[in-house]
């Protein structure tokens, strides 16, 4: 079953319509592919949508670091967050992020917004 939601945000003058795809409220691994753009994301959420739609609404990090995804939407119309692998716990969730990144880095090169590896 495809859970999909439609959030638009209002950027900047325009704005960005995120297209949620089979999202959970459990630890989840996603990708976030910014269309336009042609770049992709991979985070891990314990929580589903909630902690993914902070990337798109907060600047800046809880540190106060410039948050790279969130400046990435402004330059996309259209953004689409897709479940990658629903797992059981932060720990498993974690793991699966780094294989993701490492994985989809050799095929995304650059393109993978990620800077942790």
Known sequence: ????QILPMK??????NIKYINMRYVPIVYLI???DTNTFYIGYSLNG????????????????????VYYEALKNKD????????CKS???AKIWET????????????????ILD
């Open 79 to 86: 953004i689409e967050v897709r479940v990658l692998k629903a």
């Open 33 to 35: 592919c910014f269309i």
């Open 1 to 4: 079953m495809v859970d999909t």
């Open 90 to 92: 932060k720990y498993e």
């Open 99 to 114: 294989k993701y990144i490492k994985d989809k880095r050799k095929l995304f090169g650059n393109r993978l917004l990620n």
């Open 49 to 68: 949508p909630d902690r993914i739609q902070n990337h798109f609404t907060h600047e800046k990090t809880p540190n106060g670091k410039p948050n790279y």
């Open 11 to 16: 950027r900047h003058n325009h704005n960005i």
